[in-house]
């Protein structure tokens, strides 16, 4: 049985570019230690936009130009990318369909024991992709670590922890 890590958005627009916060930048070294230690495969997936990114939906209801493909802060934090050992996974939207297609593969070679997501943004990002792969693989645990996750707010980070809850997403804290 293996574990899986799912390493959310964990860019530099994310963390102390365009779209940073100081509760983003205080997760980094968690993140990396948790990386580090983890024992199993570890995801990574890349919030990915391109030059059109204003003329999107997102665009229009965000508009702060973000994680456009091929600049510094679409790239993963660069003590993150050093231990990356998987390809990206690239995302335009905040949900991936590409993440639970590649976890389900994944169960059907080695059965998952469970999942964990960290990362940005716990409120958007994070939520997004924990519900989808929670609809996939409806009986694998899903869990975050909400010390390695921060949200475009504190509040609203709480807020999306409790609604994870309601939804049989494990909520941890280490």
């Not at 024992?39 to 990574?44: C, E, I, K, R, S």
């Not at 670590?145 to 504190?154: F, K, Q």
């Amino acid at each position: 049985m293996q574990n899986v890590l799912v390493v959310v958005d964990m860019q530099n627009d994310f963390i102390d570019g365009a779209l940073g916060t100081p509760e983003a930048a205080a997760i980094v070294p968690k993140v990396i230690r948790k990386v580090k230690n983890f024992d199993g495969t570890v995801l990574f997936t890349r919030d990915t936009h391109t030059g059109t990114y204003m003329n999107t939906q997102e665009g229009r209801n965000l508009p702060v130009q973000h994680c456009i493909k091929g600049t510094k802060g679409w790239e993963i934090r660069e003590e993150l990318e050093e231990l990356r050992k998987t390809e990206a996974i690239d995302k335009v939207t905040f949900g991936s369909s590409v993440l639970p297609e590649r976890l389900l593969q994944m169960d059907e070679k080695e059965q998952i024991g469970s999942i964990t997501f960290v990362g940005l943004c716990t409120d958007i990002c994070v939520v997004s992709n924990a519900m989808v792969t929670k609809a996939f693989l409806p009986e694998v645990p899903i869990i975050v670590d909400a010390a390695c996750c921060a949200g475009v707010t504190p509040e609203s980070h709480k807020n999306a922890l409790e609604a994870m809850k309601c939804c049989q997403i494990q909520i941890e804290n280490e």
